[in-house]
Each structure stands twice: as C-alpha cells, then as structure tokens.
C-alpha cells in the first residue's frame, strides 16, 4: 500500500473573479477614491511647470517673458484650471485625513478631530497669505 | 531593497502630500490664473531674480519642487497597480516613478545652485 501522498508541483489555482479596469466607476465612493489618488498627477504637472520656470529664470529675461506669455495661452489656461482644481480636492481630502493620520494627546486625551483639522486649515490660511504676500510686494 | 526604504518612501510621501496642499493651490492660482489672466501683476525678473538670490526662497523652491515630486511617485506607483491592476510589473513602475522624482530633485538642486 502506498503511503507516498501525491505533491504537486504548484498548487492549483484559486478561483479569482476577474474585475474590469473601471471598478471604480460602480460606486461613488470608489470614484472619489480613483479622484482623489489622481490628484497625484496634477500636483507632478505643476512641480514639473515650477521647474520649468525655474530654467527660464536661469536662462535670463527674455526666457521669464517666454514662459509668462506662454502660460498666457489657452491651452495652459484649461490645464491650469484643471490642475487647480485637482490641488484643492488633495488639499482638502489631506486636511480631512490628518486626525486618522495622527494622533495627538493632551495632558492623556486624545485632541479632538475638529481641532487638528482647524488647525490645518488655519495654517493653510497663513501659510497662503504668506506666499500672495511675497509673489506680490517682491 | 524596495522593502528596506519603504518607511523613508512613506515618509517623503506623507512630507510631500503636505507640502503641496499647504502651498500648491495659492501657487497655482497665482502662477497658473491670477497672472496669465491679467488679475494681478506677476514679478518682474529683476524681482524675481532677486527673490531667488536669497537662500530661504531657493530653499523653499527646493522643498516645493522635490517633496510633491516624491509624494506623486509614491501614490501614482499604488495608483498604476490598483486602478490598472499591473501588479506584475511592480519592479518597472518604482523605477520609473522614483527616478522621475529623483531626476526632477536633482534638477531642481542644480539650477538652484547655479543660479
């Protein structure tokens, strides 16, 4: 009587339920979600547009001009209304997130969530301010 | 190797997600409408040029472009696998997303060292 028990090689496969690339369109959750990872992209496109920037003030006066004007166009018009947009919805849904994020205690208590989150805003606030104030008065 | 520097990614990516949404909407309205649409006046380049001459601005720059730039290809890296299900090509996709990031930082320190 054999007692060799019978080994495959590679265990057989699970049943996997395939899922369609547009998962995320069933639930309004889901696309709020895809939305929200996506903003990642926009805020590539406007580091990749301060960098250009950045070459354009290396290269000299008439490069800055080029590139104002340029931004002037509609095309970058559209883009930047968009990318807008985009970085808002990260700024708001990275305020929001901050209390799960981070834990903060107070004398053994845990802060509440409305208070991180106010804080956050009231440093947006400022911080905004900061930078108008700069990119304004030079 | 990924998995050793996966908490200093987390890190560059959580660090970046702040800095982008405490200081890329007022940039963008600035920059990308405020100026091109005639609301408000841009800097000149000679006030410009100035600001950059000053340590702290190419310090911020530095932060301002290097830090989102990390926090994109930490995020669009998890966006590729799970929207697109391209789990299998895991290796190809950090690659490509941590060094347009580090491309992009080493970018930004030149030109701002030079300037």
């Known amino acids: 009587m054999s007692v060799e028990p019978h080994y495959t090689l590679y265990h057989p496969r699970w049943y996997r339920r395939r899922v369609s690339v547009w998962w995320w369109l069933q639930k309004r959750s889901y696309t709020g979600f895809v ?32 590139f104002l004007s340029r931004l002037g166009t509609p095309l970058f018009l559209v883009l930047d209304a968009v990318v807008f947009l985009f ?10 997130l901050t209390p799960k994020a981070m834990v903060v205690r107070l004398r053994g208590k845990r802060a509440p969530d409305w208070a991180i989150v106010g804080l956050n805003y009231a440093a947006w606030l400022v911080v905004s301010g900061a930078v108008a104030f700069v990119l304004l008065r030079g | 190797m990924l998995e050793r520097i996966t908490p200093l990614l987390w890190l560059l990516f959580s660090a970046g997600g702040t800095v982008a949404a405490l200081l890329f909407p007022i940039h963008v309205l600035l920059t990308g409408l405020a100026f091109p649409l005639g609301w408000l006046e841009p800097p000149s380049y000679e006030v410009a040029h100035r600001l950059l001459t000053h340590p702290v601005t190419r310090l911020y720059l530095f932060v301002l472009i290097s830090l989102p730039l990390f926090h994109w290809a930490h995020r669009f890296r998890y966006t590729l696998y799970d929207g697109l299900q391209l789990k299998h090509l895991t290796a190809l996709i950090a690659v490509l997303c941590y060094g347009a990031a580090l491309l992009g930082t080493a970018m930004t320190a030149y030109l701002l060292w030079n300037i």
Not at chain 1, 35 to 64: D, I
């Open chain 1, 35 to 66: 939305l929200r990872e996506l903003t990642s992209v926009f805020v590539a496109f406007f580091a990749a547009l301060s960098l250009w920037q950045l070459v354009a003030l290396a290269r000299g006066p008439e490069a800055y001009g080029r």
């Open chain 1, 87 to 96: 970085v808002l919805f990260h700024a708001i849904t990275w305020f929001n």
